[in-house]
């Protein structure tokens, strides 16, 4: 009887204990699957080139033309030395300034209001519809019901004087008529951020809140150690949006209340860009204003950006 011996297994040799494992080869796929990702992005892409930058790039290749006699021929600079020689393009400019230095209150009004709302004070739901409404009027209705509210003998010198203040020339003082419609603006259109700013109390922590209550956080410091960290993101956004909207959505409420007045005071550059255009018929000085806009536009948001990333760092 002979014995049971079993068959020989070739086995691989073992890998060295603590040894690197060896790379695996990653499938390769189809040429078809390796360019669908490709295929699938190309018509958006091709939109965007087509209907975003081309038309920008025209913009900025027309500023370099002549208007009038020398419409088509190229001009160089001309346009640009003509833009900042004009006094109306620098309080335009001057202007821009100005809003720079008012963006933080108008983005601290939607941040304080969605705050109280998101604590639920009482009447918040109530608050919240009554905050949003002037956003869905027209810029151009909005104007017109101020212009009645601010008139020299209009309902809001009634109250001053009722006060024991004297009136208010609100539009037709170059001084104070900047700031009107600045403050209607950001009354008409706060609402969308306000929006923004409730979104952005969704994503916050709540037990980070409840913390800051327990510990007797006031509510400053709960802003200021828990809200405004929490929202860093939310707030640079609806910071470079309300910037935009100052700069691009304006148009409405200057033609109405002031048509660029008193003495050119309200000028915008977009105001200004639609005067070359529409009254002087100069749509080359006014390509040159419009990329002279964007570029403000860019140049603003890139550092609204950059400080409040930093400020965000050192929290």
């Known amino acids: 009887m002979t014995g049971y011996s079993p068959a020989p297994v070739d086995r691989a040799p073992a890998r060295p204990t603590g040894g690197p494992a060896p790379a695996r080869r990653a499938p390769r796929g189809t040429r078809l699957e390796r360019f669908a990702p490709l295929v699938l992005v190309a018509p958006a892409v091709l939109i965007v080139l087509l209907l975003r930058l081309w038309p920008l790039l025209l913009g900025v290749n027309f500023s370099f033309t002549g208007d009038g006699a020398r419409n088509g ?186 048509n660029g007045g008193p003495a050119g005071s309200t000028y915008l550059p977009e105001y200004y860009v639609w005067f070359q255009q529409g009254h002087l018929n100069q749509p080359a000085l006014a390509s040159a204003g419009s990329t002279v806009l964007f570029l403000i536009m860019l140049v603003v948001g890139l550092a609204q950006i950059g400080i409040l990333r930093r400020s965000g760092k050192e929290d």
């Not at 939607?110 to 998101?118: D, K, S």
């Not at 109250?159 to 609100?170: I, T, Y």
């Not at 327990?214 to 960290?229: E, F, K, M």
Request: charged share 10%.
């Open 73 to 258: 021929t190229a001009v160089g600079f001309d346009n640009y030395a003509t833009l900042f020689g004009d006094p109306l393009f620098r309080t335009a400019v001057r202007n821009v300034g100005l809003l720079v230095l008012l963006l933080p209150v108008a983005v601290a009004i939607p941040g304080l209001l969605a705050t109280f709302i998101h604590l639920k004070v009482p009447g918040h739901r109530v608050y919240r519809g009554v905050y949003f409404f002037p956003a869905v009027l027209s810029p151009v209705i909005v104007g017109a019901i101020f212009n009645l509210l601010l008139a020299f003998d209009g309902p809001v010198n009634a109250v001053l004087g009722l006060a024991g203040l004297g009136p208010v020339d609100w539009l037709g003082n170059p001084s104070v008529a900047i700031f009107a419609v600045v403050g209607v603006h950001v009354w008409a259109t706060f609402g969308m951020a306000l929006v923004v700013f409730l979104a952005g109390f969704s994503t916050l922590d709540s037990s980070l809140l409840d913390a800051a209550k327990v510990d007797g956080a006031s509510l400053l410091q709960t802003i200021r150690h828990v809200i405004v960290p929490g929202l860093s993101r939310t707030i640079q956004f609806v910071f470079v949006t309300t910037m935009i909207g100052m700069l691009t959505s304006m148009f409405g409420l200057l033609y109405v209340m002031t």
